[in-house]
């Protein structure tokens, strides 16, 4: 059950994350990614569409979209973090430097959702999994 609460807060992280980026975007210069990476408001929709699946559902489906992608934002994360760029692009345009922390993070989100997969989503709610 314990990673089924950090999957929710990784599923609540990525909306929360995602919700900027659909407006205000992000700024690739800045970011040091590579031009087939997706950013702003495609990203952003990306984030908050799982975030939500998982949220709602739980569905394996939707867990192992969030393990991939948390896995790719870990990727990303040291590439950033190894590239020393200023801003890593995670909140739209609120600067967040890329830190040993964001890749940390992001790992342990990712095999958290995939644990949850292969441990099963509680049989209870959200609301009930989070107040345990």
């Known amino acids: 059950m314990a990673f089924a609460v950090v999957s929710i807060l990784a599923a609540g992280l990525l909306v929360a ?37 998982v949220l709602l559902t739980g569905a394996p489906e939707a867990l192992t979209l969030l393990a991939l992608l948390y896995l790719s934002f870990t990727a990303v994360s040291v590439h950033q973090h190894r590239r020393g760029v200023s801003d890593c692009g995670c909140f739209g345009t609120q600067p967040v430097r890329p830190s ?18 292969f441990g099963g989503w509680p ?9 345990v």
């Open 17 to 53: 994350a995602g919700l900027p980026k659909l407006t205000a975007g992000a700024s690739r210069s800045d970011a040091g990614l590579p031009s087939w990476v997706p950013t702003g408001a495609v990203l952003g929709v990306a984030e908050v569409g799982v975030g939500l699946w």
């Open 100 to 117: 040993i922390l964001h890749v940390l993070l992001n790992a342990a989100f990712t095999l958290a959702a995939l644990a949850t997969v």
């Open 123 to 131: 049989s209870m709610s959200v609301a009930e999994t989070v107040a």
